[in-house]
């Protein structure tokens, strides 16, 4: 049996790819924050599944999992760990609420440097080296208009993801990146709403006018087996790529942040002003 970490399994890329996974044969461990999260995924999943009681955001979970966790894989060690927890804060940097923001980053960045530091021993002493997904997104390559605090946590991803595949190589543990663009996953749907508490500023033509579009992107999102199935070959290939896009404009997002910043933002700003206009 071979045991996989996953942390954020209660809906959305995490849910599924514990399904994937546990099809497959593993035995997959899942953080989730909520009883009742870990009531509902214990009935979802009878056989090799154990919920786990953590909150990337509150250290003293960490102490309380290792525990846990060691004691299900014993000697065989992980053979993966899956950073897929997190969040997508919308809303312009003006007004964004400092608080909100140091959220972003408590669960999307310090959150999996805190997963990966409590976790890399059963990687590392395992019968063999594990592999390290970490869920990032294409906003990591470029940045939208209300998403800065959102990508901003993901390019720290980026560059937290570089160095742990440039430094574990000591360990023989092999780092992988995912860059999914939009995905039918709650977390957007989430940040969708809240665009409600900035409608009294001066956003609001623009908020009010970008939701349809913004909902029809996401009604023609990366499906979540798409993402699901790349994590799997990204752990089980024997030489996995640094990163792995994917996007229903995967082209559209490296051909944007590959231009210089003038054309870059006009092509934007272009599209966003049309919403201001319409006020």
Do not use: C
């Not at 870990?38 to 009935?43: I, N, P, S, V």
């Not at 953590?54 to 760990?81: S, Y």
């Not at 294409?138 to 570089?162: N, Q």
Request: charged residues 25%.
């Amino acid at each position: 049996m071979e045991y996989v970490l996953i942390t954020g399994v209660s809906t959305g890329i995490g849910y599924d790819l514990t399904e994937l996974l546990i099809q497959k044969g593993y035995f997959v461990i899942g953080t989730v924050r909520k009883e009742a999260d870990k009531k509902r995924l214990q009935a979802s999943f009878p056989d090799n599944f154990t919920p786990l009681m953590l909150d990337v955001t509150k250290g003293e979970d960490f102490a309380k999992a290792l525990p846990e966790v060691e004691k299900i894989v014993g000697d065989k060690g992980l053979t993966a760990l899956i950073n897929n927890a997190g969040i997508a804060i919308a809303g312009p940097m003006q007004h964004l609420k400092i608080d909100v923001l140091k959220n972003q980053f408590d669960v999307n960045v310090i959150g999996l440097v805190q997963t990966t530091q409590t976790f890399l021993p059963l990687l590392i002493g395992g019968e063999k080296p594990g592999r390290i997904i970490n869920i990032g997104s294409v906003s990591g390559r470029v940045t939208l208009p209300f998403v800065g605090a959102y990508a901003a946590s993901k390019h720290a991803v980026e560059a937290i993801s570089d160095a742990m595949r440039r430094e574990l190589f000591i360990h023989g543990i092999k780092v992988v990146l995912l860059q999914p663009g939009p995905a039918k996953s709650e977390i957007w749907n989430k940040a969708i709403d809240q665009k409600d508490e900035y409608l009294d500023t001066e956003y609001r033509p623009i908020l009010k006018h970008m939701e349809k579009n913004i909902r029809n992107t996401f009604d023609k999102a990366v499906p979540l087996r798409r993402v699901t199935e790349t994590v799997l070959k990204a752990m089980t290939h024997p030489n996995p790529k640094a990163r792995y896009p994917i996007s229903a404009s995967r082209w559209m997002t490296i051909l944007i942040s590959k231009l210089p910043d003038k054309w870059a933002d006009k092509l934007i700003i272009g599209n966003v002003k049309k919403y201001w206009e319409k006020k």
